[in-house]
């Protein structure tokens, strides 16, 4: 899984609860994103920054919200506003752009009950 | 949104065989990667094909790329049951605001001993 740690590997929350996703990099990349990936399907796009303090929003930010302070971090809240948030969440980096190759942790698999 | 589609959805082969996957996409692309998944791992990258680019190779996998066709194909030879796996492809396109790749929804490999 490269140089990219997520934490944890598993989490458990209540319905109506925030939670907060781990993903760090020791890479030196100034891309992040982060993905979803549910049962048998495709990774879909959440957010993703090329740069400190500058995000995007991608195919599915609803309900989800990021920060990138440090090179280094870029973690992931699953607000209560997420309507259905059970799912595998996959964080990667690249160098720069999608021209790049993507480094990928080990994912995070989320269930909310 | 725009996606790769991998094709068939899944493949299951005896080891020693060749096994073929097939990604067909929508619009013009800057590369094209195709990355494998263990279950419930994170992706790890294969190999990145660019757009002037018809056939590469890395080891046992060939990835060929027709931009007429609009579709990419991954071979790998001598298949072992170790190739067991999810694969997807990934298209980085050229639109004012590719800075994400889109995942198709991959092809599940199963390669008996």
């Known amino acids: 899984d490269g140089g990219i740690t997520q934490s944890p590997k598993y989490l458990f929350r209540k319905e109506g609860q925030n939670v907060t996703l781990s993903c760090e990099q020791n890479l030196n990349h100034d891309a992040m994103y982060w993905y979803r990936q549910d049962p048998g399907q495709g990774l879909r796009l959440i957010y993703y920054?090329?740069?400190?303090?500058?995000?995007q929003k991608g195919d599915i930010a609803e309900g989800y919200s990021v920060s990138r302070e440090k090179k280094e971090s870029f973690p992931l809240t699953v607000t209560s506003a997420q309507k259905n948030p059970t799912a595998f969440y996959l964080c990667a980096s690249s160098p720069r752009t999608v021209i790049y190759e993507q480094y990928f942790g080990p994912g995070t698999r989320l269930t909310v009950t | 949104s725009q996606q790769g589609e991998e094709d068939p959805q899944a493949l299951s082969i005896q080891e020693g065989e060749n096994a073929t996957m097939n990604c067909s996409y929508k619009?013009?692309?800057?590369?094209l990667q195709w990355y494998r998944q263990n279950s419930g791992r994170g992706l790890v990258h294969l190999i990145l094909?660019?757009?002037?680019?018809r056939e590469k190779h890395s080891g046992r996998l060939r990835v060929t790329l027709d931009t007429s066709k609009k579709s990419s194909s991954l071979l790998i030879t001598a298949s072992q049951a170790a190739d067991t796996a999810s694969y997807f492809c990934?298209?980085?396109?050229?639109?004012?605001?590719?800075?994400?790749?889109?995942f198709g929804s991959g092809t599940q490999l199963t390669v008996l001993p």
């Open positions: 619009t013009s692309i800057n590369n």
């Open positions: 920054s090329q740069i400190v303090n500058d995000f």
């Open positions: 094909i660019r757009s002037n680019e």
């Open positions: 990934a298209t980085a396109y050229n639109s004012g605001s590719a800075r994400q790749l889109t």
